[in-house]
C-alpha cells in the first residue's frame, strides 16, 4: 500500500538545523546594478542565465496550485526589499518570512495581477505606487504551490495596513544585503526519509529595535530565500 505524503508543512525550527556552510566564496552584486535604471535595464535586456532553485522535494499528496509574489523593491536611497512577516495562525507557513502573495484567483488576468491583488489584500499597497519590472522563472514548493516571483519598484509614500489575519509584521531588508552571498547560509535535514536542502538569510534588522529591547532578527529561509538566490544569479549572470 502506497503511504500518503503528509498535507501539512514539515515541523521543526529550521534555525535548529546546523549550517553547512556559507558562500562568501561568491561575489556580491555589484552596487551599479542594485539601482532603479539598472534593474530596469537588466529586464528589458535580460542576460543568459539558469535559476539555482527551481522544484522543492514533495511533502504533500495535493493538487498543483498556481501562485504569484510581489518581490517590491522600495526606492530609498538605497534599494530595500519589503517583506512580511506571517501571522502565527495561518494554517500554512506560520510566522515565516514572506513576500506579499498568494494562490491565483480566476479572476486574475495574469500573475502580476495575481501579486499585485494580494499585496493589497494583506497590506494595502497601493498599484499606483508599483512599476513592475518583469517575472523571474517558476518556484515550485514543497507544498505544491507553483509561484511565479514579480519584481517591481516601488515609489515611496505609500501607508500600509497589514491584514492581521494573514500579516503580523512588515519590514526592509537592504537590498544589497541580501545579494551578497555572504549573507547566503546552507542547511540540509531529513524529513520522512528524504534529505532536504534549503538556504537562509538572516538579517539583524536594526528597525526593529526599540528603548530597552534587543535588535530583532529576521529569519529569511526556504521558498523566499530560494527565490531571492535565483534573483541573485539574475542580476550577477
Known sequence: MKTAKPSSLPVFDPRSIPVLGIDSHLAGVAPDRLTPQALRDRFRHPPMWAPEHSVEKSFSDRQ????????????????????????????????Q??????????????????????AHEEIALPRHHVEVLGTLPTYVTGSAFIITPVVALIRPGFQLHPNPGEVADVFEVPLSFLMNPAHHQRHETEFNGVLRQWLSMPYSDPMSQSAGSEIRERYIWGATAGMLRNFYRFLSA
Not at 71 to 84: A, C, F, I, N
Not at 98 to 118: C, K
Open 64 to 95: 498543483p496550485a498556481l501562485a504569484a509574489v510581489l518581490l517590491p523593491l522600495v526606492m530609498r536611497d538605497e534599494l530595500t526589499l519589503l517583506l512580511t512577516e506571517r501571522s502565527t495562525g495561518l494554517s500554512t507557513h506560520s510566522g
Open 97 to 118: 518570512i514572506a513576500f506579499p502573495g498568494g494562490r491565483t484567483d480566476d479572476t486574475d488576468r495574469d500573475a502580476v495581477d495575481t501579486a499585485l491583488r494580494e
